[in-house]
């Protein structure tokens, strides 16, 4: 099972670095990580998936606790929470497919952005399963290049990470 | 007030009450060295870094205090790694500071430049670089705070030269640190202490595993307390010897590949294991899948992620073992096991059977004898800092710990090399003890030039070097799974009296037990210094190995046994 987590981290130089080079040491494989900018200065948000079958999600947690800089970890699997993922696809059309590709794209609330001669770049974002799906009925036309960012997560509702808020 | 970067390492250092710091000055090192002088702080030169770590290391466990380390940069810093990661492994709190080639040039490979703070990012508790003046009082103020507060470790500080030299207002930073993502205090968990209690009080056959965690917390006496009033035998890892007195009627030595056959089988036949402040390593557990398969298990350590790491817990307690032991004292009533005591009893003359001090003839001298001989004529008084390889497993087995004075070892990593540099930083930490470095002869020719350090700081260290001519736990297991192939373990070692006295040292050597006994107290007698004892102890065979052992996949009650009926010399298999 994909166990989604959520790490507010210090952004300071090699923060970056800390986390991903303790995953190699402890021989956790990670499915996906994301990492940007949050609502505060200095902070920086990762959404780390890992499947649980291959890594313990428990052990990934209290062993990023231990970094210095990492100021708080959350495990949302069990929470309602959104979770987004952002692709960006470059899609080969030809005689008769264009048209066909968009209704697909738009079927999937996707966005074409970007329109050449004999390609289309497409963007969607949504859970990742939906963008699997999208990425499947595409394959046949011809994907060109692809670009995901990988899953970001957030609560739903009122509630923060209850680290999060003990982190402020 | 004005200070370089230079000054301002030493004002922060004596601020953080550091008397000693263990190093070797060097092209980016050395503007900090400059200014020392000022500070009355006690510089002691080593001979190559690796050396300075081990030192700082063996002055942090015999201290208690953070072990401070300076190198330059490159390969000054890198010479330290190892013994970062010793530090890392066995939870000891050092401070390495090293310099760096200037910011500017940073990433240009430059003369010396090393990237020491990515080579040490997986070995230390935490590490910074440097890269402005303003920051560095504050940043050694942290380093401090990080590496003594909840399980300690190493933290680095990598200086760039432009650093040292900087000029700005110093003024010594607040106590409070801030470092919002370090949280190092504990609460207990009343409730899972509740359930600790029940669990032990219900215990038919409980065994109490004491780990580093205890001598650390300083909760030798709590661990007595809730030993005796429980009867509950006490048993220990490597780093966890001298939490309890060796000649306790409860204590039950070391467990794991080479631990005492009744700490073994009592691990296996228990139905209950008070895990303290220890980490189910490897060579403590054998086959995990068939670890005490009888016993639940409540364990206690600061760290949250060694609980269920290794081993699944039924009570888990994330606190100091201190806190809990109070704690446990205060609920638990009085209980005895009168089965399982004679259980033990049991296990402990079957034990004596195969003891090798019963068995060898009174001539040829072994390792345990050496070891046993020192044991008897310092009445266990003294601090012993044992090497890596059988020399430590036997020190292990026949320095009886007086449940008061450290023993010095490193469990967790095993770097060969070890004793003689952290046997100086435990001397200088213990300037009125008596310090035993018990080491073999592949090990000492690890880190021989310190001979050099221990002269120089007249350190009255007692070493006793066990040559059997070979590495000798990589030719036990050649003899024992190799077919007896001895590839590359047989050793040329040069004589180590004759080195020990080149450097002006009391150099010994001796061949037979009644040898061995005059020697060491020559060693001992009060106006002597720093003496050398070379032992050249039997090899191979019964006498030569280390037993019990524990083989490798093998689960604990399976380990092989030094045969009952044997002569001390010869080729014999073991088996």
Redesign the interface.
Known sequence: MMRTLVSL??DK??TL??VV??FR?RAFNIESLTVGHTERPGVSRMTIVVDSARTDS??VE??L????????VEDVTDHAAVLRDLAVIKVRTAEGTRSEIMQVVSTFRGRIIDVGLETLVVEATGPDEEIDRLVEILRPFGILEMVRTGRVAMVRGDVMEANNKK?R | MKRSGAQIVWEMLRHEGVEVVFGMPGGSIMTTYHPLQDYGIRHVLIRHELAAAHAADGYARVSGRVGVAMATSGPGATNLTTGIATAMMDSIPLVCITGQVASSTIGSDAFQESDI??IT??IT??NY?VTDVDELAETIHEAFY?AQTGRPGPVLIDLPKDVQCAVTDFAVPEDRVD????HPDCMIDDAALDRAAERIESAKRPVILAGHGVVRAGAREELRLLAERMEMPVATTLLGKGSLSETHPLSLGMVGMHGAAPANHAVQEADLLLALGMRFDDRFTGCLERFAPHAAVVHVDL???E???NVPVDVAIVADVRDVLKGLLARASKASHVAWIERIEVLRADAKEHEVLEHTDSESLTAPHVIDEIWRQTGGKAIVVADVGQNQMWSSQYYRSDGVRPFVTSGGLGPMGFALPAAIGAQIAAPDAEVWVIAGDGGFQMNIQELATVVQEDLPLKMAVLNNGFLGMVRQWQEFFFDHRYESTRLLSPDFARVARAYDIAGERAGTQKESEDAIRAARSPKAGPALIEFAVTSEGDAGNVYPMVPPGAALHEMMRRPIAVGSKGQGAGR
């Open positions: 981290v210090e130089p090699g670095n800390r080079s303790l040491r428990r052990k209290q062993n606790q231990k970094l210095v800089n990492v100021l708080s982190a | 703070t990515g990012l997986p508790k935490h670089l990080i470092l919002p993502g370090y760290d949250v992620s609980i269920g790491k």
